[in-house]
């Protein structure tokens, strides 16, 4: 099992039912395109209809499942080649700005005290990565347990992982920054790109999860150091290298996916 936001003492049978269910997406149990009868996934799992409904409300919300008038949801199918490249796009523009918004935290106070107001955190025309004007305040920053929770969602589990736990601990990271940037809108946006990547990462390679801690942490120590212009460069070239990542496991998902019309499903317990 995975682990979710809701400890194993709280966990409710709609949690139950949510990461059984994600667990097959991600394993391509339940294929890119089934359909899922409320119903017959009832029966299969065990569950009444209620935590079942909300399972899949959620993973709706997470981009996984699409619902379509009189006929229930569908697993959402795999990206095209235009949409993978414009989903890296649009990730290319929001993600680096928000790790540097996340490494700008405590400037922009000095900034609306009148301590930074020409040289603002990370301002290009300042010529200095998180630079402030000198003065009796001070930048705070994260706290530290901010940057102790970034530093370990940052680490990538072990290569011989589940692949759903490393597609877990990779979207808790970008999350995260996403998060400590302070806009609640770049946040909603960043969350809802990275469901279309859930899938492809299922594909990604054991040597590409080492690969993808370090740019983590290149990241999170530009954030915690307070050095906007390294952070938001730390992010761009993890995601150019990304890209290459996954469109090789792009590449995989499409080639080992049936290409038959879409079915029920029949999982098994």
Known sequence: MTATSATPERRTLADEAYIELKSRIMRSALVPGAKLSIDGLAKQLAFSQTPIREALARLESEGLLARRPLSGYTVEPLLSAAEFDDLFEIRMMLEPRAARRAAERGARDLAGAGTA?????????????????????????????????????????????????????????HNSVAELSGSAQLAKAIRRLDAHLHLHRAYIEPDSIGETEVEHLAVADAIIAQQPLAAEEAMRRHLERSRIRHRAAFEAARTTQPTSKPRRAKATR
């Open 117 to 173: 107001t020409g040289l603002a955190a990370g301002d290009p025309e300042s010529g200095r990565a998180g630079a402030a004007s000198p003065g009796p305040a001070s930048i705070e920053g994260l706290t530290a347990a901010q940057a102790d929770a970034l530093l370990a969602c940052a680490r990538t589990p072990d290569a011989g992982a589940d692949k759903l736990v490393f597609t877990e601990a990779d979207a808790r990271f």
